[in-house]
DNA sequence: TTGTATGCGTTATCAC
DNA sequence: GTGATAACGCATACAA
């Protein structure tokens, strides 16, 4: 355990050449078995173990999965990770995980280190305020296989791997409408993300199906963060028209929401119906339990990591898979009863 | 962007050796400032980018640094890893982050992947079952730094990071005396893991103290998964003296046993008082709020990734930081209130 | 089926 | 202050 061997230690101590070695190793078709096995049994007996560096370096190769996510501690994010995480391990990837706490600057840092690493492919959910996407064009033009997931955004050869953020932003205004709400306001993190401006483009729709008017005004742009639940609810407090339906498109900070209207003496859900979205374990355990869109975060991670590695491989046809969507499922609870 | 540039191409462009450009790329002061300057703009011209390949197997080191954790979706982990990842980032080590799902064999799989892949050091946060220690041995002999996060053991050369789990313990069991209680049950993960021993020992030293015996049926050891939470019910209610008291380690769970409690008509915190542990956000989001033990993850990930940085780099005396302890805190909510 | 030889792109040791 | 040159450990094209 002391000295480091090598093949070319093997190669001596078996009087065969360090190819031979090499080829035995890796289980090439060449070898006889009887080879194979005397230096399978010598390595193992010496302690072999490839110089990974090595064969980066030889094969440019670096069986690593590069992914950038605006932030790990969040429910969703390593569910989702914990996801692609299995996959890749499975498949001998490693994942090199990098997070750019929701700020473009960081997100570009990453994107950077992750290139010079030598990373075989990326994942990447971009952060709130990312517009410019060049940070991405080093991937796309060394074709290194770059999946979005969640939050996405269309880059030629980049699949997407997404829930119809659409439809799940229509269903739950659809259900608290159905519910008898008139007057319902969404707190919703940066538009620049499709998963917010899809959701309220859903939200929009389902307020016309229903035969009701948009108000700009019911529309709150916030970081979603809990120190921000302050302004919105005395956002609420002030509007002209009170307020009647809450959807929440983050359930933490919808649990934070219920929290503070209740301390504000709004009964939920009789005064205030509110539906959230993610199906975070929080949801279930706040009183009273939060409605809200079930979010597939750990399949999400299953297949992002397993199309990446297919894209790896090259045995993937591109056209086929630009988007993928998942299902998604409203779940109702007592915070949109009656 | 297409063809990949090394420093022969810069070289050649520069009429210099090779060597002079390593040098100069690296700021190597045996170099002119003229020269350097010439060669870096040369460089940014031509989108030289270092093959991280070939200064890995020449240097054999690898700027990763792994982690193995057992379960990248609880919030306290995810609060460490952001931690670790701020420092590891800013001093340029990528991360390479693998889950053992509280098991030993996929930790012992995940250990030996990360040795083989050359990571310059390792952070550890044990498996609920982990018992042998054999797969962190090939770390310590090739002297690759180790340092273990939270859960845990004592092995040569390998500091741990830890808060104070045994008077943590004493606190918060304390904490629920002093309110009260006379009849304390401990709900508990593995005993096998310091985390919670420690704090198990600080109950039974609480209780001592406070002249009361400790009875074995009042420690109940489960896996802290919320479909746990039944069991842990109905042995409460098949207990003969009731229990008024409860310590769970772990806040999500609490949640859930308040919850289920709450649904057998037990009124908290009048009938039985709760204190969790973590500060876990949902401990602010129940009804009632729920009193807790702060736990300093992002620190405890901030302190790891320095300390084992500066073992990487050699600047740290082993001696002087074989155990680091950070503080906790007692938080006091509305579950053990009066 | 096996051996030989070269190169992957750097860094580092000697020279000069 | 700079240039040659030899590793680093492996995979593979080409020979045999």
Same mark, same amino acid.
């Given at each position: ?5 090598t093949i070319?230690?093997l ?6 050449s360090?190819?031979?070695?090499s ?8 070898i ?6 005397k ?9 072999y173990?490839?110089?990974k560096?090595?064969?980066n @370096?030889?094969? !440019?190769?670096?069986?690593? %999965?590069? $992914? +950038?996510i605006?932030? =790990?501690?969040?429910?969703f ?10 996959v890749?391990?499975?498949a001998?990837?490693?994942?090199i ?17 992750l290139?010079?690493s030598g ?7 971009l ?12 991937f ?6 770059l999946?979005?997931m969640d939050?996405?955004h269309?880059l030629?050869?980049?699949?997407t ?13 659809n259900? @608290?409408?159905? !519910?008898?709400?008139?007057? %319902?306001m $969404? +707190?919703?993190g940066s =538009?620049?993300?499709?998963?917010y ?5 859903g ?9 009701h ?14 120190k921000?639940v ?13 307020v009647?339906?809450?959807?929440v ?19 939920i ?8 979205f ?5 949801s ?32 993937i046809n ?9 299902r998604?499922?409203l ?8």
């Amino acid at each position: 355990m002391d000295k480091k061997i090598t093949i070319y230690d093997l190669a001596k101590e078996l009087n065969v050449s360090p190819g031979t070695i090499s080829r035995s190793l890796n289980n090439h078709p060449s070898i006889s078995k009887k080879t194979k096995d005397k230096v399978v049994l010598k390595a193992n007996e010496l302690g072999y173990k490839v110089n990974k560096f090595a064969v980066n @370096l030889r094969t !440019q190769k670096s069986n690593t %999965i590069g $992914v +950038i996510i605006p932030k =790990l501690n969040s429910h969703f994010m390593s569910t989702l990770l914990a996801g692609v995480e299995k996959v890749a391990n499975e498949a001998g990837y490693n994942l090199i995980i990098s997070q750019s706490l929701e700020s473009v600057e960081k997100e570009r840092l990453n994107a950077k280190t992750l290139y010079n690493s030598g990373v075989d492919a990326i994942l990447v959910s971009l952060a709130f305020n990312t517009e410019n996407y060049d940070h991405f064009l080093p991937f796309i033009n060394s074709k290194i296989p770059l999946i979005f997931m969640d939050r996405v955004h269309n880059l030629p050869n980049c699949p997407t791997i997404v829930i119809d953020n659409f439809q799940a932003g229509y269903d739950a205004t659809n259900h @608290l409408m159905h !519910q008898g709400t008139k007057n %319902i306001m $969404v +707190i919703t993190g940066s =538009l620049k993300r499709n998963v917010y401006a899809d959701r309220v483009l859903g939200y929009k729709e389902a307020l016309k199906a229903n035969g009701h008017k948009f108000k700009e005004e019911l529309i709150f742009e916030t970081t979603l963060e809990s120190k921000s639940v302050d302004d919105v609810i005395s956002y609420i407090k002030h509007l002209d028209e009170p307020v009647d339906g809450l959807f929440v498109l983050a359930d933490s900070f919808a649990a934070h929401c219920i929290k503070a209207l209740k301390k504000e003496n709004y009964n939920i859900p009789q005064d205030i119906k509110v539906i959230g979205f993610n199906n975070d374990p929080v949801s279930q355990l706040v009183t009273p339990t939060l409605s809200t869109i079930e979010y597939p975060g750990y399949n999400m991670g299953l297949l992002a990591g397993e199309s990446i590695i297919n894209q790896i491989k090259g045995n993937i046809n591109l056209q086929d898979t630009n988007a993928i969507s998942l299902r998604h499922k409203l779940i109702e609870r007592e915070s949109s009863g009656n």
